[in-house]
């Protein structure tokens, strides 16, 4: 396994909104302007590759697959823990077909070293990979999304593979389809989340674990940019362009934004955590904690 940061992404060659299986997905502001829309994706792409190079990690960049628009999403394609892969099974038909292709990036970066195992979920049930399973460094567990894509059972199945808790959360709005949409764990012990996003029986577990001071509500218009979907590396965090109250928030509690504009990729309902995938988790105590 890798041990740096490193980070995958899936080219926008085959990017578009040609259908809608979440709430903000607009195949017809697409359709107005095809090809502008696909050479703004293309450039939004550029700035979070840059971007996430300033932030301290080493881009991986894979290509996607013709019919599959989906795929610039991997952060559904798997959830990757020390070295492991457990490939996603997706709830929609419209990105099953990605399952395949993603399969064979995975199985590449085996062979390169960068991952040692690649496996798949047990049958009958449903996972949108890290999208819907968001490792959390500093309490060594997971944070699981189950409902509208991701089902319950999937928790077990993954908690079983790694040997890890997950803590699974009931998302409870077509609108937070995806854990990444509504909740952010930070390098300083904060949650980022959108209380409206959980069932009440969810956000009081979630409460329970987490001190008030180390909670950051988000608002409807943050949610809205797409800024709780961020990418969090030490004090580096990168995001979509966000709002005033963000900007100020974890400005304040020392972070350094990085925004860029993914207009495109809003589109689709996809902010920049769930454009990525990061490939060197690990549940030990990293490198830095073990040298000192
Ligand atoms: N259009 C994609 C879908 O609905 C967007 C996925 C964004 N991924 C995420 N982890 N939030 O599946």
Not at 122 to 147: K, L, T, Y
Not at 152 to 173: D, I, M, N, Q, R
Request: contains cysteine.
């Amino acid at each position: 396994m890798i041990h740096t940061p490193t980070i995958l992404l899936v080219e926008p060659t085959f990017y578009d909104v040609s259908y809608s299986i979440n709430p903000w997905m607009d195949p017809d502001a697409w359709a107005r302007d095809p090809r502008g829309m696909h050479r703004d994706a293309m450039q939004s792409f550029d700035a979070l590759r840059t971007a996430l190079g300033r932030a301290g990690f080493t881009v991986e960049v894979a290509a996607g697959a013709p019919g599959l628009p989906d795929m610039v999403f991997p952060a559904n394609a798997a959830v990757v823990l020390d070295g492991r892969a457990l490939l996603a099974r997706f709830r929609y038909p419209q990105r099953r077909g990605e399952e395949a292709p993603f399969a064979q990036i995975f199985d590449a970066l085996r062979e390169r070293g960068l991952l040692d195992d690649v496996a798949l979920l047990p049958e009958g049930c449903f996972q949108e990979g890290a999208g819907d399973c968001i490792w959390d460094a500093g309490r060594g567990h997971f944070w699981a999304g189950f409902g509208p894509r991701s089902s319950h059972g999937a928790a077990t199945a993954v908690s079983e593979f790694f040997g890890k808790e997950v803590v699974a959360l009931e998302l409870a709005t077509e609108q937070s389809y995806h854990l990444d949409v509504c909740f952010c764990p930070l390098s300083g012990g904060e949650i980022l989340y959108y209380p409206p996003a959980f069932s009440e029986a969810s956000l009081r577990a979630l409460r329970a674990r987490l001190p008030a001071r180390l909670r950051i509500e988000a608002s409807a218009d943050d949610l809205r940019h797409f800024s709780v979907n961020a990418v969090n590396l030490d004090d580096q965090v990168v995001m979509t362009r966000t709002t005033p109250h963000l900007r100020t928030e974890l400005g304040r509690r020392g972070y350094q934004l990085h925004e860029v504009d993914l207009t495109p990729f809003m589109l689709s309902g996809g902010g920049a955590y769930c454009m990525t995938l990061r490939l060197d988790r690990s549940s030990g105590p990293g490198i830095a904690a073990a040298a000192a």
